[in-house]
């Protein structure tokens, strides 16, 4: 058997990363008979592409991230409401990895549109980036800050008070450059390994969100393995899942220190800075809801999780 395995990113991020260690994994523990070749973003597709040749089939894995699959799955847009994680990533990557809401209401969701989602998980917080600093709602109003596509990500800007603008992953570069935009939000690899340092003039430590995604198959495709071979599907996802979390963190440490030595400065907002943008996110809670009776049962959960999370963990 031999598997696409396409992901949204670049050589060397995270994703890519990610898919490789599957590949190795799974190509020695299935003695060879499963084999893997990794795309990197752009390689088939843009990314909302990967996602639909995922839901036909033409890919048989993927990485797609809830920010490219809200418009074909509502629900998914539970990842693009802002201030709803926990500051502790501990406490995100224990209810990414367990949650009844995720993987209940949620995965059947994604199960509706043909993706199996087999793992949630977690790319670092995400930091803002703008051609000023960014520590107050008012320095937010009418920012063009690009955005992935989903709507709620959108709506959430909104709320922010900055003029939220989509753009396709391989354009925000020349788009930062040429003013289209004026900033963005990403995980700090990204920002670094995209060297969107070149183009903005502040980094902020905002921890507004973390970026989050989802490693999913084609359903036929995966329904119509054997058993077993399912099965070690599973046990090498959750094996790199684990691992990914050290990983992530390790990138984003070098990232924080490669980009130190970059013409950019670095803005960290402190507690009182983050909460007043977080009570102007609160209404995307209300406009998730909104989406279906799923995606209450959803939300209202996943909040409760996270909460006994950070009650074990600490917040
Ligand atoms: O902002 C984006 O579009 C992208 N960010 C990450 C961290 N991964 C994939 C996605 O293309």
Same mark, same amino acid.
């Not at 289209?180 to 995980?187: A, L, S």
């Given at each position: 058997i031999n598997l696409k395995f396409a992901h949204e990113e670049g050589q060397g991020d995270v994703q890519d990363l990610y898919a490789n260690k599957f590949k190795e994994l799974i190509e020695e523990k299935s !003695?060879? *008979?499963?084999?893997? !070749?990794?795309?990197?973003?752009?390689?088939?597709g843009s990314n909302m592409d990967v996602l639909q040749s995922l839901q036909?089939?033409?890919i048989e894995i993927a990485i797609t991230s809830p920010g490219f699959s809200g418009d074909v799955i509502p629900e998914s847009q539970i990842m693009a409401i802002p201030f709803l994680f926990s500051d502790n990533l501990e406490v995100n990557k224990k209810v990414l990895n367990e949650s009844e809401a995720l993987y209940g209401p949620l995965a059947e969701k994604y199960e509706e549109k043909g993706i199996t989602p087999f793992k949630f998980w977690l790319e670092g917080f995400m930091w803002w980036t703008a051609n000023k600093e960014i520590t107050t709602p008012d320095d937010m109003k009418g920012v063009k800050m690009r955005t992935m596509p989903t709507s709620l990500i959108i709506k959430s800007y909104e709320l922010m008070g900055a003029n939220p603008t989509p753009t396709d992953s391989g354009e925000i570069y020349t788009m930062l450059q040429t003013k289209?935009? !004026?900033?963005?939000? *990403?995980?700090l690899f990204y920002v670094y390994s995209s060297n969107f340092h070149e183009v903005q003039d502040y980094l902020m430590d905002s921890k507004h969100h973390i970026y989050t995604t989802v490693t999913a198959a084609n359903q036929d495709f995966f329904e119509g393995l054997s058993q077993e071979n399912q099965d070690l599907i599973r046990e090498v996802v959750q094996e790199v899942n684990d691992w990914s979390f050290d990983m992530q963190d390790e990138e984003a440490e070098k990232a924080l220190e490669g980009i130190k030595t970059e013409d950019i400065e670095i803005v960290e907002l402190t507690s009182e800075q983050r909460q007043a943008f977080k009570e102007l996110s609160l209404d995307a809670r209300e406009e998730y809801k909104k989406e279906s009776d799923a995606a209450k049962e959803i939300i209202e959960t996943l909040e409760k999780e996270i909460e006994e999370a950070e009650a074990e963990l600490g917040e």
């Open positions: !003695d060879g *008979n499963i084999t893997v !070749d990794v795309y990197t973003a752009g390689q088939l036909t089939g033409a289209g935009i !004026d900033g963005q939000e *990403n995980p």
